[in-house]
């Protein structure tokens, strides 16, 4: 059974940094695309990041030049850095990650539990 389990989210000051993990496991054989959503109160779910099996990423305008993410593929895990957040980055926050089973043909998007981000003061 493949799973994704995020850590790092918590309560911080506008203006403050907090840095989210997901870490993928099971009968795992290929981990493409990696990315991070968040979804606020009464909002839809949104795009934060994305990165690629390289190093490729793309970002939402929203926290571009604040948020990086990056990915350690030994571990088959994903960061999410997080600086000089604002109270509208306030959400609870999901990764998302295309895996391949082994054994298994073709990609499967699956997603973790979601941890909760509160910047406020």
């Known amino acids: 059974q493949v799973q994704l389990v995020e850590s790092g989210g918590g309560l911080v000051q506008p203006g403050g940094s907090l840095r989210l993990s997901c870490a993928a496991s099971?009968?795992?054989?290929?981990?493409?695309?990696m990315a991070w959503y968040r979804q606020a109160p009464g909002k839809q779910r949104e795009l934060v990041a994305t990165?690629?099996?390289?190093?490729?990423?793309n970002y939402a305008g929203s926290v571009k030049g604040r948020f990086t993410i990056s990915r350690d593929n030994a571990k088959n895990t994903v960061y999410l850095q997080m600086n000089s957040l604002k109270p509208e980055d306030t959400a609870v926050y999901y990764c998302?990650?295309?895996?391949?089973?082994?054994?298994?043909?073709?990609?499967?998007?699956?997603w973790g539990q979601g941890t909760q981000v509160t910047v406020s003061s």
């Open positions: 099971g009968p795992i054989a290929n981990i493409n695309t």
């Open positions: 998302n990650a295309d895996i391949s089973q082994r054994g298994r043909l073709g990609l499967v998007g699956y």
């Open positions: 990165i690629r099996s390289g190093t490729s990423t």
